[in-house]
C-alpha cells in the first residue's frame, strides 16, 4: 500500500499538485466568505478594513497623498472589463495567426467562462455595494464577488502560466507567474480603496479567480496530454 502511494505522489507533478491545492483552497475560502456575504450585517473586519482606508473621522477623505487616488485609478482601471478584453482579444488573435488554436481556446474558456461565472455569482448572492465610506468611483453591479478582483486573477493568471512555458529558465517563469499574481492583487487592493467592495468582496474575487483559472488550466492540460487538443494544426 504505501509503496502504491509513494508511486502515485512520484507520477503528479508539482504543477498540477500545486494547482489543485490552489483550486481546492479557493472553493473553500469562496464558500467561507460567502456565507459572511449572506450575513445581514457586515463582519467588524470588513469595516475595520475599510475605515482603515479612510482618515479618522472622514469616511469621505481615503489616507494618502493626494497623487494616490489617482493611482488606485489607474490600478484599478486594469481589471476593468474593458482592459481586460483588449488584452484578452488581442492575445488570442496572436495565437490564432500562429496556428495555436488549443491556446487560444483555453485563453477564451478561461475569460469568458470567468465573466459568466462572476456575473451569475453576482446575482446569486445579490450584495449591495458598502455605504459605510463614499465611493470615489462610480459603480452600478452587485459587489459580491469583486468582479474586477475575480476577473483579473483569470485573465493576468491564464496569460502568465502560459507566458512562463516558453521562457526559458525558472527564475524568468517564477517572475512573470509573480507578476500576473501581484497585479490581480494590487487591482483587489484598489477596489477596497476606492471604497466600492467590501474586503469580503475582493477576498471571494479572488479565490474564485484563482481557482476558475488553475482549473482551465489543469484542465487543458490534461486533455493535451492525452492529445484531445493538439497545440498545432
Not at 459605510?132 to 483569470?154: C, D, I, K, Q, Y
Request: proline share 5%.
Amino acid at each position: 500500500m504505501k509503496d502504491t502511494a509513494r508511486t502515485l505522489v512520484n507520477r503528479i507533478e508539482f504543477p498540477i499538485l500545486l494547482a489543485g491545492l490552489v483550486i481546492a483552497g479557493g472553493l473553500w475560502g469562496f464558500v467561507e466568505l460567502m456565507e459572511v456575504a449572506r450575513a445581514g450585517t457586515p463582519r467588524s473586519f470588513d469595516a475595520d478594513i475599510l475605515l482603515a482606508f479612510r482618515q479618522a473621522g472622514q469616511p469621505n477623505v481615503p489616507v494618502g497623498p493626494l497623487w494616490l487616488e489617482g493611482a488606485m485609478r489607474d490600478i484599478t482601471s486594469l481589471g476593468s472589463a474593458s482592459v481586460l478584453v483588449l488584452i484578452t482579444t488581442a492575445t488570442i488573435i496572436y495565437f490564432l495567426l500562429v496556428r495555436r488554436w488549443a491556446t487560444a481556446l483555453l485563453i477564451f474558456v478561461a475569460v469568458a467562462g470567468g465573466q459568466v461565472l462572476s456575473s451569475l455569482l453576482k446575482v446569486g448572492i445579490d450584495r449591495p455595494r458598502p455605504e459605510l465610506v463614499s465611493h470615489l468611483v462610480t459603480e452600478t453591479s452587485l459587489s459580491f464577488p469583486s468582479g474586477h478582483a475575480m476577473l483579473s486573477a483569470v485573465t493576468y493568471l491564464t496569460l502568465g502560466s502560459l507566458a512562463a512555458r516558453f521562457l526559458p529558465g525558472r527564475v524568468a517563469k517564477v517572475y512573470v507567474l509573480s507578476l500576473s499574481v501581484l497585479v490581480a492583487i494590487l487591482v483587489g487592493i484598489s477596489r477596497i480603496y476606492l471604497g466600492v467592495h467590501w474586503p469580503s468582496d475582493v477576498l471571494a474575487g479572488w479565490c474564485a479567480g484563482f481557482a476558475w483559472a488553475m482549473l482551465c488550466w489543469l484542465v487543458a492540460r490534461l486533455l493535451q496530454s492525452r492529445e484531445a487538443l493538439p497545440d498545432e494544426e
